[in-house]
């Protein structure tokens, strides 16, 4: 009667799948000797590969000799003794065996005999040693075991009789890590519907058990979370973050198999950095929320301390890449990497191929826009090259001017907007993100449309005093792109079916901009940003209802210049927006000339009665009054309304 460790066998293999090059591998080492060292991160399948290699071996009539190090008490009489070495021999978890790495190496292996194939399984590859040997180069074959690939996640998911319609979710929150994979599969057979991490039963940490084991200490984990929330990790970034003397932390990272080195630092595999992620944001919000802020404003720095601007925009690719695949939002969660495309600018001939790419996809009357700006700005273009140069395809972000008017009819809306809500004052910039293409995928993901988002982001983190309105009317779909907008502080306007974006970047600092970014992130609930907009007529009246309700509580509850960047920037501590608004009217008409301001004080301020009254208190008559009061009025507005966009 077959026991019921044969049964879980069975039952293992047959959802066995992909692996199809390392099994290949090893067959045609069977019947010979030598050593295959199978190596990966916890969760990946190791243990699973060599019950596989078990049953192709058997089909062969060869039994094998497993050895796992968590069942042994570790030392040398825990192997089988070269005497009684089978022709295959299996040791798994062989990280535990590596306080006896060299005696193995230099000892027992080579005692054993010439006919011995060894399999060899552990989270690290081979040392240092075993690869400075050029005899072991020789007989060993080396396997380094990663993430299922997506045909073969797909083909997991197919034989666990997942609906094809869970596939893309499920593959996207483990990244075709097999354990991970198999917590979500079972999640959802137990009728869950997961969309990250933290929805697994029992949470990341279970999951992170597995994966990374046990951490030595709490400053150690430090370092694993500040490594798993940057984008990549240096010595001074982690010192930054984690304090003074990382110097052991970040060699203990480095060390660490889930993690891997870039030109730019150390970054972990994505499972490892989900679930790391997961698990702070779970067990302790608040330093969550901390580190992410920390992070955020240290990306912002090392980026505009970036002189280069190929750089620049390479560190912004990998982070909307790395930050797209875990997006709420679906316009950013397909940005896939640029992989040798690159942004360029425009050069000699690259014109007729713009003009046509765009004819092609978005019709004639918009090629003809391109071509008219591609004459007015060429300096604003970037073009998005593959390997030999070739255009792929094309972004442009437009400085407008008042003579531009005429040029092309969005950008003449983009332009009266914000003569509207907020004209641009003298040596302040207007720009306009207007055109987007790829030449083979249009708007849908591509490289190409990678570049253009990092470019984007870019330009609002290096965002300058200098710029009062940015426009994004580069998208045709607008559904798609406006959650993603918003998220960014961009407000669509115009009653158009293509949306146009607008953001007055005069209406918060800095860090208040970073604030909104951070909220948005981590999914924090978004504090209204100062600055309800109003356009001219809309703010003048607004002043005169103030004015008129200034006593009247119950009135100026719903005047909208309480939400106004102004008054957000005057109010103190204990001070209602109410409260604010009045002081702020009292300063301000504090600076009109002398005749103006005892008009709107006796009117308005602290009136002495009926306007007629008031009339007769100043020696004029009635008419002549209301036209002083109303060009008092006027002339508090003009101030008011300069105060605001400050």
Not at 148 to 164: H, K, T
Not at 213 to 234: I, K, Q, Y
């Amino acid at each position: 009667m077959p026991s019921l460790g044969h049964t879980l066998r069975e039952l293992r293999l047959r959802s066995f799948t992909g692996r199809d090059d390392e099994v290949a591998l090893f067959r045609d080492a069977l019947g010979g000797s030598g050593v295959v060292f199978v190596h990966g991160p916890g969760g990946v399948g190791k243990s699973t590969l060599l019950d596989v290699f078990a049953e192709v071996a058997a089909g062969k009539g060869v039994e094998p000799v497993r050895i796992d190090a968590r069942h042994l008490a570790l030392g040398r009489s825990a192997l089988p003794a070269p005497a009684d070495a089978p022709s295959l021999l299996f040791l798994d978890t062989y990280e535990l065996l590596e306080p006896l790495d060299d005696w193995i190496r230099e000892h027992y292996l080579p005692s054993l005999p010439a006919s011995c194939l060894v399999v060899i399984a552990g989270r690290r590859g081979p040392g240092p040693r075993w690869r400075a040997d050029p005899a072991w180069r020789t007989v060993m074959e080396v396997v380094a075991l990663g993430n299922l690939s997506e045909r073969d996640g797909r083909a997991y998911l197919c034989a666990q009789e997942v609906p094809e319609e869970e596939h893309e979710r499920l593959l996207k929150i483990s990244s075709g890590h097999p354990l991970t994979l198999s917590m979500v599969v079972d999640a959802v057979r137990r009728g869950a519907s997961p969309r990250t991490l933290a929805d697994l039963p029992g949470g990341a940490a279970a999951l992170l058990t597995q994966l990374i084991g046990d951490v030595p200490s709490a400053r150690h984990r430090t370092a694993l979370e500040v490594c798993a929330l940057l984008l990549v990790t240096t010595e001074d970034l982690l010192r930054t973050l984690a304090g003074d003397d990382t110097g052991e932390l970040f060699a203990w990272l480095r060390a660490q198999v889930f993690v891997d080195e870039s030109p730019y630092g150390l970054y972990p595999h994505d499972v490892v950095r989900d679930a790391v992620v997961a698990d702070l944001r779970w067990r302790d919000p608040s330093r969550y929320a901390d580190l992410y802020r920390r992070k955020l404003a240290l990306f912002q720095g090392q980026v505009r301390a970036t002189a280069d601007e190929r750089h620049r925009l390479d560190l912004m690719v990998m982070t909307v890449v790395l930050n797209g695949t875990r997006s709420r939002f679906a316009a950013l969660a397909s940005l896939p990497p640029t992989l040798r495309t690159h942004a360029d600018s425009l050069r000699e001939g690259d014109q007729p191929e713009i003009v046509a790419m765009t004819a092609r996809w978005q019709g004639h009357d918009q090629a003809a826009s391109v071509a008219r700006w591609l004459q007015r700005r060429p300096e604003a273009f970037r073009v998005f090259r593959t390997g030999n140069g070739a255009p792929q395809g094309f972004g442009a972000c437009l400085d407008l001017a008042e003579a531009d008017l005429g040029a092309d009819p969005r950008t003449d809306a983009m332009w009266w907007h914000a003569e509207e809500f907020g004209p641009p004052r003298a040596g302040e910039r207007v720009r306009a993100w207007r055109f987007f293409l790829d030449r083979d995928h249009g708007q849908r993901p591509s490289p190409s449309l990678t570049l253009f988002v990092a470019w984007q982001m870019l330009e609002i983190v290096l965002i300058g005093d200098d710029t009062a309105w940015t426009f994004v009317d580069a998208f045709e779909d607008g559904a798609l792109w406006t959650p993603a907008l918003k998220s960014l502080g961009f407000r669509a306007v115009g009653a158009s079916s293509r949306p146009l974006f607008a953001r007055d970047w005069r209406r918060a600092d800095v860090e208040e901009y970073t604030d909104l970014l951070h909220a948005n992130q981590i999914g924090a609930p978004v504090r209204q940003e100062p600055g309800e907009v109003l356009s001219r007529p809309e703010f003048t009246e607004a002043v005169r209802s103030a004015l008129r309700a200034l006593h009247s509580p119950e009135l100026l509850h719903h005047n909208p210049l309480l939400r106004s960047r102004m008054v957000a920037r005057h109010g103190g501590a204990g001070r209602t927006p109410a409260e604010s608004l009045r002081e702020l009217l009292e300063d301000t008409a504090a600076g009109l000339k002398p005749e103006f301001r005892v008009l709107v004080e006796r009117t308005f301020l602290r009136p002495v009665g009926v306007q007629e009254r008031v009339a007769e208190s100043l020696h004029l008559s009635f008419n002549t009054y209301r036209r002083h009061r109303d060009k008092a009025v006027t002339h508090l507005t003009e101030l008011l309304w300069e105060r605001d966009r400050r």
